[in-house]
Structures are given as structure tokens and as C-alpha cells.
């Protein structure tokens, strides 16, 4: 073999071996394939063979038992050196070099062998879609071009396989990465709240202790290192419940009273019982996943406190629950989103720089988070907002 000529078949092995096929066990629609070619050309013999640097291996077979052939001895291995893509050889003996292989073969008397290469996209030959016959014959030119559309078939799996390997291989690169985010994320945010907790600790501490030792501007910085310790804060918690979403899955359900969760959740966030709200009755029943809807609830109902400057904020909460879908839905009589805004709240990161009752901006996460949840239980989100009038945000699960 010429240097050229050892370049290409290193290039064809390495082209081979890349679709990860040689020696897997067999599958329908290969098998599928070489029953019809064989039906098609009225043969005893059909094959898919590989052409491996010493062997020809065999994908699926109709008619004999090896699943191994010696590369020097194969009618495929030959086959694939013709400069033609289909072949047809009616007597083997009539052949010269068929005929040498012949008797390796169990054709001594002669037969009949035909055969489409399998050619990758680069134009290497990899195999063939073979079919044979122990009594020399001639094919039609039906037959024939039946036997190159199976062929052509083969190909088309094998690059489909190859197609599948490479996005089995991305998606697993793309989880380790996200893990090591997600991990990253976690090790990040847990490093930075516990020394920001500290903070904020000593913040209250000193305004408890020395307030009346500070100045008008000593006053002013505090309070400024107050605000921006509890902006990182808010910021850090909404970066934790972004990441911890995707843990939410469908499945995962238990039954909850709807107005209890309700009732933790509005105890918490408004401790004081400065505001009106309006629930659904007690015995509604949902089956769903709570730690899922309580955060939900968490952001939506917050939202509605914290971007509202009426007196006294009302939030009305209402569920409608029936044999196709749950619906929820949680209106406010806040400040209200401009409707040119209102396609950018759910983004990730993205602010309208508002500030809210408290003098924070927001941190583009909350929203992000509930769609993300919600998407990932099979749901969508909706939001209908007038300036000024308030908002009423509504996700549906179907079921």
C-alpha cells in the first residue's frame, strides 16, 4: 500500500470506529432491512457488514451464523474497493477475483453476490448491504434499485446513530457543566451569606445600642449599609431558589390544603397583619407538588406587597381546580407593570429599576424563578397589569 493509500484507510478506520456500532448487539431496524433485501432479490443470504481493519463484522444477517469474517476473504471486504457503489456479480466464478475468494466462502460451484457500499458523508467506504446466493442469477433492475434504497437506508441509521452519540455526549457535557455551576452557585452563595448574615447582625445590633451616638451622616451610612446588606441579601436568596427550582418536578405530589399553605405563607410575609387579604374556602384539596407551589406563592404574593403603594395592600388569591386543570391566580392593587414591560419580567436578571415600598430595586430573579418552576411542572404563566391599578399574575397545570 502507497502512503496515500495507508493515509485513507487509517482515516476510514477512524471514520468507522467514531460511529460506535462494532460489535453491539443486533436491532430491529437494521434486521428489518436485511429481511426485505433478502425478500426483495429472492436470496437465502442478505448482510450488513462493517469492514474493521482485520475483520468484516456483521450488524444483521439473514441466512448464516457468523457474526465475523477474515478481512482478506470477505466478498464485502472486496466489494468495497470497486469503484462502483453498486455491484452485482451473477456468477462469482466468472469473476477473477470473486472467484478467488470463492472457495472460502462455500461458493466453490459458483453463486450469486450483489451489494450497495455504505459510504460515510466524507465519501469512506465503511460496509455494505449485501445479499448472496449459492445458484449463480441475475437481479432485475427493480430489484436492483431496491437494494440501493435499503442501502441507502443503512446509511441514513448510521449517521443517525452517530447523530445521537455526539448529542447523548453534549447533553451529558451540559449536565456536568450545569452541576458544577449549580454547585458553584451553592458553595458561592452559602460563602457569602453567612458573613453577610453577620453583617446585618451587627447593623441591627449597633442601631440598637448606639443610634444615639451617630451623627445625621453617621445615621445616613448606616442605614445605606443596612439597605445594601439586605439588597445582597435578597439577591443571594433569589440565586439559591433560581437554582434549587429545577429539583421541582411534576411527580412529585402530595395532597395539600390550599388555604393553609395560604395562611404559613401570609403569617410570614406579613407578620404584622397590615394588609388585606382574600382566600379561597378551607376545603379546597389540591394534589400537588407543595414545595413547587409554595414558592410560587411566595414570590408572586410578596411582589404584591412589596410594589404596591396603596393603603392597605389587597391581594385576592383564588384557585379553581377540576378534573383537566388547576388554575391559580393572585391579584394586587399595586403600582401595576407599563405594557411594554410586561414581555421582559419573567427574564432572568432583568430589572424595570423600580424601586419597591421598602426603597430596594429588584433583583430579576423572583419572576425568573416562578416560570422556571412552573414550566418545569408542565405549566404556563400569564400576567394582566394596569399602571397604577395593579396586577394579576395566573399559572395553570394541566392535568
Same mark, same amino acid.
Given at each position: 500500500?502507497?502512503?496515500?493509500?495507508?493515509?485513507? /484507510?487509517?482515516?476510514?478506520?477512524?471514520?468507522?470506529?467514531?460511529?460506535?456500532?462494532?460489535?453491539?448487539?443486533?436491532?430491529?431496524?437494521?434486521?428489518?432491512?436485511?429481511?426485505?433485501?433478502?425478500?426483495?432479490?429472492?436470496?437465502?443470504?442478505?448482510?450488513?457488514?462493517?469492514?474493521?481493519?482485520?475483520?468484516?463484522?456483521?450488524?444483521?444477517?439473514?441466512?448464516?451464523?457468523?457474526?465475523?469474517?477474515?478481512?482478506?476473504?470477505?466478498?464485502?471486504?472486496?466489494?468495497?474497493?470497486?469503484?462502483?457503489?453498486?455491484?452485482?456479480?451473477?456468477?462469482?466464478?466468472?469473476?477473477?477475483?470473486?472467484?478467488?475468494?470463492?472457495?472460502?466462502?462455500?461458493?466453490?460451484?459458483?453463486?450469486?453476490?450483489?451489494?450497495?457500499?455504505?459510504?460515510?458523508?466524507?465519501?469512506?467506504?465503511?460496509?455494505?448491504?449485501?445479499?448472496?446466493?449459492?445458484?449463480?442469477?441475475?437481479?432485475?433492475?427493480?430489484?436492483?434499485?431496491?437494494?440501493?434504497?435499503?442501502?441507502?437506508?443503512?446509511?441514513?441509521?448510521?449517521?443517525?446513530?452517530?447523530?445521537?452519540?455526539?448529542?447523548?455526549?453534549?447533553?451529558?457535557?451540559?449536565?456536568?457543566?450545569?452541576?458544577?455551576?449549580?454547585?458553584?452557585?451553592?458553595?458561592?452563595?452559602?460563602?457569602?451569606?453567612?458573613?453577610?448574615?453577620?453583617?446585618?447582625?451587627?447593623?441591627?445590633?449597633?442601631?440598637?445600642?448606639?443610634?444615639?451616638?451617630?451623627?445625621?451622616? /453617621?445615621?445616613?451610612?448606616?442605614?445605606?449599609?443596612?439597605?445594601?446588606?439586605?439588597?445582597?441579601?435578597?439577591?443571594?436568596?433569589?440565586?439559591?431558589?433560581?437554582?434549587?427550582?429545577?429539583?421541582?418536578?411534576?411527580?412529585?405530589?402530595?395532597?395539600?390544603?390550599?388555604?393553609?399553605?395560604?395562611?404559613?405563607?401570609?403569617?410570614?410575609?406579613?407578620?404584622?397583619?397590615?394588609?388585606?387579604?382574600?382566600?379561597?374556602?378551607?376545603?379546597?384539596?389540591?394534589?400537588?407538588?407543595?414545595?413547587?407551589?409554595?414558592?410560587?406563592?411566595?414570590?408572586?404574593?410578596?411582589?404584591? $406587597?412589596?410594589?404596591?403603594?396603596?393603603?392597605?395592600?389587597?391581594?385576592?388569591?383564588?384557585?379553581?381546580?377540576?378534573?383537566?386543570?388547576?388554575?391559580?391566580?393572585?391579584?394586587?392593587?399595586?403600582?401595576?407593570?407599563?405594557?411594554?414591560?410586561?414581555?421582559?419580567?419573567?427574564?432572568?436578571?432583568?430589572?424595570?429599576?423600580?424601586?419597591?415600598?421598602?426603597?430596594?430595586?429588584?433583583?430579576?430573579?423572583?419572576?425568573?424563578?416562578?416560570?422556571? $418552576?412552573?414550566?418545569?411542572?408542565?405549566?404556563?404563566? /400569564?400576567?394582566?397589569?394596569?399602571?397604577?391599578?395593579?396586577?394579576?399574575?395566573?399559572?395553570?397545570?394541566?392535568?
Amino acid at each position: 500500500m502507497n502512503a496515500k493509500t495507508t493515509l485513507d /484507510e487509517r482515516i476510514r478506520l477512524e471514520i468507522l470506529k467514531s460511529y460506535e456500532i462494532l460489535d453491539t448487539d443486533p436491532e430491529t431496524d437494521y434486521d428489518n432491512i436485511t429481511y426485505l433485501a433478502s425478500k426483495i432479490c429472492n436470496t437465502p443470504i442478505s448482510a450488513i457488514t462493517l469492514v474493521d481493519q482485520d475483520r468484516v463484522w456483521v450488524k444483521s444477517k439473514v441466512g448464516f451464523d457468523s457474526y465475523d469474517a477474515n478481512r482478506n476473504t470477505s466478498f464485502c471486504a472486496l466489494a468495497i474497493t470497486k469503484p462502483h457503489k453498486f455491484i452485482s456479480v451473477n456468477n462469482v466464478k466468472n469473476e477473477k477475483d470473486f472467484e478467488a475468494l470463492s472457495k472460502f466462502n462455500g461458493f466453490e460451484d459458483g453463486g450469486f453476490y450483489a451489494s450497495v457500499t455504505l459510504k460515510s458523508p466524507e465519501g469512506y467506504n465503511l460496509g455494505s448491504l449485501c445479499v448472496a446466493d449459492f445458484s449463480p442469477k441475475e437481479i432485475t433492475e427493480d430489484q436492483a434499485k431496491s437494494l440501493e434504497i435499503l442501502g441507502n437506508q443503512v446509511s441514513k441509521l448510521l449517521e443517525l446513530r452517530k447523530k445521537n452519540l455526539r448529542l447523548l455526549q453534549t447533553n451529558k457535557m451540559l449536565n456536568l457543566k450545569y452541576e458544577e455551576l449549580e454547585q458553584f452557585a451553592r458553595v458561592v452563595s452559602h460563602d457569602i451569606k453567612s458573613p453577610l448574615n453577620n453583617i446585618i447582625s451587627l447593623i441591627l445590633l449597633l442601631k440598637e445600642t448606639c443610634n444615639d451616638k451617630f451623627e445625621g451622616q /453617621e445615621k445616613e451610612y448606616l442605614n445605606f449599609l443596612s439597605l445594601s446588606s439586605y439588597q445582597l441579601k435578597d439577591y443571594v436568596d433569589g440565586l439559591l431558589n433560581y437554582y434549587k427550582s429545577d429539583t421541582f418536578h411534576k411527580n412529585d405530589c402530595e395532597e395539600v390544603v390550599f388555604c393553609d399553605v395560604l395562611n404559613q405563607i401570609i403569617s410570614v410575609l406579613d407578620s404584622k397583619r397590615e394588609h388585606q387579604f382574600k382566600i379561597p374556602d378551607k376545603t379546597l384539596i389540591l394534589k400537588t407538588n407543595k414545595n413547587a407551589l409554595e414558592q410560587i406563592l411566595i414570590n408572586l404574593i410578596s411582589n404584591g $406587597i412589596k410594589y404596591n403603594d396603596k393603603k392597605p395592600v389587597k391581594i385576592e388569591i383564588n384557585c379553581e381546580d377540576s378534573d383537566k386543570q388547576t388554575k391559580i391566580s393572585v391579584k394586587d392593587n399595586g403600582n401595576g407593570i407599563e405594557a411594554e414591560s410586561l414581555d421582559q419580567i419573567f427574564l432572568f436578571f432583568k430589572t424595570l429599576n423600580k424601586k419597591d415600598r421598602f426603597g430596594n430595586y429588584g433583583t430579576g430573579i423572583g419572576l425568573a424563578t416562578v416560570k422556571k $418552576i412552573t414550566e418545569n411542572l408542565n405549566g404556563k404563566i /400569564e400576567v394582566k397589569s394596569v399602571l397604577n391599578q395593579g396586577s394579576e399574575f395566573t399559572i395553570s397545570f394541566d392535568k
